[in-house]
């Protein structure tokens, strides 16, 4: 074995640099700024270091898309809700406490510097790679098509399933109002109905991660785009986001494989329909906060934008909540909110519960949920808001206040360098083999809704039986398609 390191390109050069300066002047400066109590220069310097991020992501923006995405989020869900008011000459830091605000501010810019850190680590680890001696493969090369044709059917039940259910909840609606869905809804669907439609996401992925033809790939992203519309009739806007976001990373991600000109994936229709989609959707989902809550929109479209960034921060204040009701969380000592999605999937899920012997939690907000769940986000929503948790509303929860909680500034500078280390190794995962790919892409679906969600959110799937199902029976049907077509070839 040989190592062989790559050379370092201008790009990645200036990235190192860029990351270096803005990273130690910015840690320094806020610092300071923070002993002193100047808060409006430390919103400043914690700008600064986005866009820092940001110009590091645009030198490479097809291999650091992810990271680009996923610091747009950071901004959008929790630096708005302090931006806007500064530029609007409000004492922001005021909300809550003041130390209450410096933690906040102080523990978005660490983990800013630290998923940058993450994401340039991976492509450095990338460069010193150990080239290893060709061995000759006598293993028969996969029929990528035949598998692909398995997926397409199987996905295809599926998303007639995802449909059903879809208008179950719908139906459920009728009548009611949108805190509602989260306090009462539970689907009475059969497990024929339910169990596949509860696949949908992960063939679909399976299916992208085999890389069909372009006008193959457009047409299930555009379905899967559409699955969302009723959710977002019933008031949730996140499934809608999610899915166009994972579409447009799924194209940057196919386009920076296609060496061909000719064959790029974002051409110039592509970035015309991007530019004109963009003002649209936040312009109606701005127009979604009113009428949610049954009001007219009387807002201009500027004041609509400016109304929507600040509406989407409002996570910026759960982690000021998080950090001032600390002490008043229920069994907190007993719980890692970090690990809280994953620890809930995987002992309350249908074989789980039956190996452990537990009673479901449900899947709305009740005290089930509180005091035997392990998300933050119920434990916070039930402090806060009380007996308007029970009616159904919440506060949502981020993986910023749930590493602090748990293991403090260290928690959330490695998680953070956790995260930025997912998003440098999707497009390497991407570029492997159909498994990797499909875990990848199933990592794209919802780790954007990181900053305002579960920690371990995104990675929930990884203990799921239903995906590992999935996986194992594409590889069991292709291959007993395989032998039946060998056969046939035979006689």
Not at 280 to 300: E, P, Q, T
Not at 407 to 417: A, E, M
Request: glycine share 6%; aromatic share 14%.
């Amino acid at each position: 074995m040989k190592k062989h390191v790559s050379k370092f390109t201008g790009k990645e050069i200036v990235s190192y640099i860029i990351y270096i300066l803005v990273s130690v002047i910015g840690i320094i400066s806020f610092q300071h700024f923070m002993r002193n109590q100047k808060y409006n220069e430390m919103l400043i310097v914690l700008m600064i270091v986005w866009c820092g991020n940001l110009l590091i992501g645009a030198l490479r923006f097809k291999r650091r898309v992810i990271m680009v995405l996923f610091d747009a989020c950071i901004f959008l869900f929790l630096i708005t809700r302090v931006l806007i008011p500064a530029l609007q000459g409000e004492c922001w830091w005021i909300r809550y406490s003041e130390n209450a605000n410096s933690f906040a501010t102080y523990a978005i810019l660490l983990s800013l510097v630290s998923i940058g850190g993450g994401e340039l680590l991976v492509e450095l680890l990338e460069k010193f790679n150990i080239r290893r001696k060709k061995k000759k493969n006598r293993r028969r090369k996969m029929d990528k098509q035949l598998l692909i044709k398995v997926v397409r059917l199987i996905l295809i039940v599926c998303m007639i399933c995802f449909f059903i259910r879809e208008t179950d909840k719908l139906l459920f609606m009728r009548g009611r109002t949108y805190e509602e869905y989260f306090s009462s809804y539970y689907s009475t669907l059969p497990f024929w109905i339910y169990f596949p439609a509860g696949c949908m996401s992960y063939f679909l992925c399976i299916l992208l991660a085999l890389k069909p033809s372009k006008r193959e790939s457009f047409v299930w992203l555009l379905i899967y785009i559409m699955s969302a519309i009723p959710m977002l009739k019933i008031g949730l806007r996140n499934p809608i986001i999610l899915n166009c976001i994972f579409a447009f990373v799924y194209y940057v991600l196919r386009d920076s494989l296609e060496k061909d000109i000719e064959k790029k994936w974002i051409g110039k229709k592509e970035k015309i329909i991007i530019v004109c989609a963009i003002p649209i959707m936040i312009l109606s989902m701005g127009a979604l906060n009113y009428i949610r809550a049954g009001k007219s929109v009387d807002l201009s479209a500027s004041n609509l934008v400016v109304d929507f960034a600040y509406k989407q921060g409002t996570t910026y204040d759960t982690v000021l909540q998080g950090y001032t009701y600390e002490d008043m969380i229920p069994m907190k000592n007993k719980k890692i909110y970090t690990l809280g999605a994953l620890t809930d999937d995987f002992f309350y899920n249908s074989i789980g519960k039956k190996i452990f012997k537990l009673d479901d939690i449900g899947e709305g907000n009740c005290l089930r949920q509180v005091y035997n769940g392990h998300t933050f986000s119920h434990s916070i929503s039930y402090v806060v808001l009380g007996s308007d948790y029970i009616a159904g509303n919440g506060r949502g929860s981020s993986y910023i206040i749930e590493n602090y909680i748990d293991w403090g500034y260290p928690g959330v500078v490695l998680f953070s360098l956790f995260l930025g280390m997912v998003c440098g190794i999707i497009p390497i995962f991407f570029r492997n083999n159909w498994i990797f790919a499909t875990i990848g892409l199933n990592t794209i679906t919802s780790i954007f809704f990181t900053p305002r969600a579960e920690s371990t959110a995104f990675v929930t799937f990884l203990i799921s039986y239903k995906f590992w199902m999935c996986i194992i029976g594409c590889i069991i049907l292709y291959g007993v398609l395989t032998v039946v077509l060998d056969r046939r070839k035979v006689k």
